[in-house]
């Protein structure tokens, strides 16, 4: 594998943690009943939201 392709999965996989992160982080300012309509509780939405980027 080259270089050039070793930087762009690294990238890719930068980006993913970073859009991941942000989706998380939204978790965090929806409702309470917003969350019920996805089937998820706040506890819930709080475990998911406050996890570290590299955490699945």
């Known amino acids: ?5 070793s ?3 690294l990238y890719r996989h930068y ?13 965090l300012q929806l ?3 917003m969350l019920k309509d996805m089937g998820l509780s706040l506890v819930d939405a ?3 939201g406050r996890k570290h980027f590299w955490q699945p």
């Open 1 to 5: 594998m080259s270089i050039l392709n």
């Open 7 to 9: 930087l762009r999965r």
């Open 15 to 27: 980006r993913y943690l970073k859009q991941r992160q942000a989706q998380r982080r939204r978790l």
């Open 31 to 33: 409702e309470n009943h």
């Open 46 to 48: 709080h475990r998911e």
